[in-house]
């Protein structure tokens, strides 16, 4: 564990003292910032309506689906490109422990840019009155979903030594989880037999529940199986290339 | 001590690494000297653990570690210089040594004294504050070998460790090497081969995946002084003469320089030319030999037809 601390925090440390990670806050909060004011405009000023606006609308997915991308693409890809990897590799580190701390720090910096956006509902809490607990279910499921999403990331770049390559390899993966949604067309509203689709849905999961403070306990179950499962492969397929 | 049996390496169908074999006693340093492409870095990167040997690989021990069953106890023994040396640029050097130092699991409270003392030993103190991406070539490659002696590994493996830096600091690596045989088994990649000629005890001549020769520095010296060439000049030779040397055991080519004759053979070969020189009655004017080098030697047996 502690090898996965050290790992982690160099890692953080070493995004956060290249502008690589400024960069993409700046441009996060930009877009976030205009989608809050222009939600606030829309629910006109209805506080209990802005969390759902804001977390299910198109810009709040477009933000899921590349961020965790850009922010993973580098991890591994990079690192095998500069053979900086074999570096690492040399300390005697396990590969899975490699894995964990690349997908922590990566899901840290990830969460850092949502909450970002704290000081934005403070600031509303105080001339209206926020529900901190829809909030946080909003959170809940972003933190969820981004798990899941950083995972596949990490999964991409361990793919590929190119680290566009790896991002669009992870947006890919993102939007096949963004658009099992639209199967829903596929079957009416009673139809219980291919209800498990929801189950494979991230826009349903955050759209349709934690936005409206509805935490299903199969959701964390679903989203933590998923991003083991990434990491998994992504710790077998780093083992691979010793072989 | 590192002791290697059949140890094979394969990428995809081409073998890097032909079962080879040889050990590498404690204390002492060796060059591994080959071609590129000769399979140098992938023993380097066995023995570092980054890559996995070929089933049927028989033995690879580090420091009594078999690398084959615990390779990531084996790795902890080798600290490790790599060819390519991709320090993080946006990190300062102390930042840097610090993150790895953590990495090969050595306590909090230990870490600042071990990175005083592994700058100290590669004259890197005024560096320590510094952002590794504004630092020299020569720099990176001291902080690299800063690196490769964090947690005092047992085992050394320098690939290159020279390329780079000026003629002071090749000295001060010397002198480093000199200081640090005691302690460690230290295997040096390089193609200086004057620098391994000074440094190391052992050659361990590598070339198409197969160990070509593996000598301590005696056995290597005699080769060397065997394998050179002989000059000889007689007074008022004629042809006849070359024919005689021709005939001598040993002796491989003879060749025409000026009034003389060079002679290329696998032997001393001065002995027998005097003997033939009395039966003869040939009064020489000169006898003399030029020992091979360890270049000579090198270009012979890494020779693309060279048999190992």
Known sequence: ?243 | MIEVENLSRSYGSRKALDSISFQVPSGSVTGFLGPNGAGKTTTLRVLTSWLLPDPGTEKVMVCGVDLLREPRLACRKVGALLEQLPLPGELRVCEFLHSRARLKGISGSQIPAEIQRVLEDVDAVDASRRGIGTLSQGYRQRIGLADALLGDPPVLLLDEPTRGLDPRQVALFRELVDRLRHQHTIILSSHVLGEVEQICDRVCMISAGKICLDEDREAWTRRLEISGTTRVEVVDGSDDVAVGLATLDGVSEVLTDGPGWILHGDRDLRRSIGELARQKEWVLSELSTDPATLESLFLQLTHPGAES
Request: proline share 3%; with cysteine.
């Open chain 1, 1 to 243: 564990m502690m090898r996965v601390a050290s790992l982690a925090r160099r890692e953080l440390l070493t995004l956060f003292v290249s502008p690589v990670a400024w960069t993409i806050t700046f441009v996060f909060l930009l877009v976030m910032g205009m989608t809050f004011h222009l939600s606030l405009l829309s629910v006109g000023g209805d506080l209990q309506q802005l969390v759902p606006a804001i977390y299910s609308g198109y810009v709040f997915w477009f933000m899921m689906l590349i961020f965790p991308p850009l922010i993973s693409m580098r991890t591994l890809a990079e690192e095998r490109r500069t053979g900086s990897l074999e570096m690492l590799v040399t300390t005697g580190i396990a590969d899975a422990t490699v894995i964990t701390a690349k997908w922590i720090s990566t899901w840290i910096f990830f969460m850092f840019l949502w909450l970002c956006m704290l000081p934005l509902w403070l600031l509303l809490d105080g001339v209206g009155q926020v529900d901190f607990g829809v909030l946080l279910s909003a959170h809940l499921g972003i933190a969820l979903v981004g798990a899941g999403f950083c995972a596949a990331g990490i999964l991409a770049s361990a793919l590929t030594s190119h680290p566009l390559a790896s991002a669009g390899l992870a947006m890919a993966i993102n939007l096949v989880l963004f658009l099992v949604e639209w199967l829903r067309f596929l079957y009416e509203p009673g139809d219980l037999q291919l209800r498990w689709i929801e189950h494979f849905s991230a826009v349903h999961h955050i759209g349709a529940e934690m936005t409206r403070g509805i935490v299903d306990l199969r959701v964390p179950i679903w989203w933590v199986s998923f991003t083991i499962l990434m990491l998994f492969i992504a710790t077998k397929v780093l083992e691979r290339r010793r072989w």
